[in-house]
């Protein structure tokens, strides 16, 4: 099912890594006209287009596009007790561990009496995109959420398409995580429509204002990515998401069963799913080909996964041996990277591109999905080679506060003036220089 790729004997640079590596040919430029008029549209007309794009796109529109409080307690109480347990304990998990990651403010004394504070002030309102699609994700509202909140976001809205099935509002297990997080702002809307009232805001169907947001973050499809670069020069994003991707880095060690079913796990969300497998030993290739084969027979969207696996994103990396196996990994930067190999650990310590890495046998992508405590919404796409993962950093900004006092900035008044006149700013220099001439400018 998977097609091969034989690197071994040979010394590929970064750069012929990079064009030999099975990727995805997802080309956000080609939809990027047929966005454009739906960003238009809400700009101009706001929450009545996005309700006329949902009935054209999801095949309902709701009366509202705010969801109303009783139905998002109404969701909590039905939701089943092993659901609402289960996403209990993911909430806790990534409430401590992103609670580890906040920041905190730290001034530097350059000179007496002159210091640079760096403070870390919230992003002061958000909106959290969760997709609906082929499948249902209340982890995401919960991998949106907490670092949000573990940040100190003043105030945030949760987007997510509505669902006909569901009388034109988000899945109510959607909804039901919503309030187990306390989140009361819920808006039905989902696609490029959802980015564009996001960052336009816009008067509800029944009065209400709909506040826009200072920065939108959540993965979504082609049309959400889209959306999203068309906005970013009014709102910030988080990043451009691509089709989800999973590598795996295994030597003759590695189980193929839990291989096998890691890469099916992947090729589960989508068609366009890349799962990637990247070994020295082509025994193993073998058997985890065979073994994707008995299990696919016999998963829910096995026809799903059989396109993915057999689309040109996917396939069996060979190599000569796991040193190798490192160099291509990093020149893949894979959204998820597994290391099955001995000494696993050691292993992961060489990866420096990856959005996040799961280290050994008992440390699957799904577990990172769900429960690890760690963030799913990752860098695709090869973004890992220089982007991060969502986290309470994306939600704080970074600003340094500049206090000098009268004789601090007289010490290196000279050297402002000089630079100054290096650059043929002189007027940089004058100010620095009037506050000391005795008399004003001269």
Known sequence: MLARTDLRGGNATTAQLRRALPRGATDVDTVLE????????????????????GQKFDGVSPDTVR???????QALAD?????RAALTESIDRARRVHADQRRTDVTTEVSPGGTVTERWIPVSRVGLYVPGGNAV??????????????????????????QAQFGGLPHPTILAACALLGVSEVWAVGGAQAVALLTYGGTDTDGAD??????????????????????????G??????????????????????VAADMISQAEHDVM???????????????VDREIDIQVQRTKH???????????????????NVDQGLQVVNAYAAEHLEIQTRNASAVAARVHSAGAIFVGDYSPVSLGDYCAGSNHVLPTSGSARHSSGLSVQTFLKGVHVIDYDEAALKEVSGHVQTLAKAEDLPAHGEAVRVRFAGGGAE
Do not use: H, W
Not at 217 to 232: D, F, M, S
Not at 273 to 287: I, K, M, P
Not at 302 to 320: H, N, W
């Open 34 to 53: 047929q966005v454009r008029p739906v960003i238009d549209a809400i700009r101009e007309r706001g929450a009545v287009a996005a309700l006329e794009f």
């Open 67 to 73: 969801v109303p409080a009783e139905r998002i307690e």
């Open 79 to 83: 939701v089943a007790p092993d659901v």
């Open 137 to 162: 994700y209340p982890s995401s509202v919960v991998m949106n959420v907490v670092p949000a909140q573990e940040a100190g976001v003043d105030t945030l809205v949760v987007s997510s398409p509505p």
């Open 210 to 235: 709909l506040e826009p947001v200072d920065l939108i973050t959540g993965p979504g499809n082609i049309y959400v990515t889209a959306a999203k670069r068309l906005c970013r020069s009014v709102v």
């Open 237 to 258: 994003i988080d990043s451009e998401a691509g089709p989800t991707e999973i590598a795996i880095l295994a030597d003759d060690s590695a189980n193929p069963v839990n």
């Open 273 to 287: 799913a890349a799962s990637v497998l990247v070994t020295d030993s082509e025994a193993l290739a073998g058997a």
């Open 302 to 320: 096995s026809e799903r996964v059989r396109e993915a696996l057999g689309g040109t994103q996917s396939g069996i990396i060979l190599v000569d």
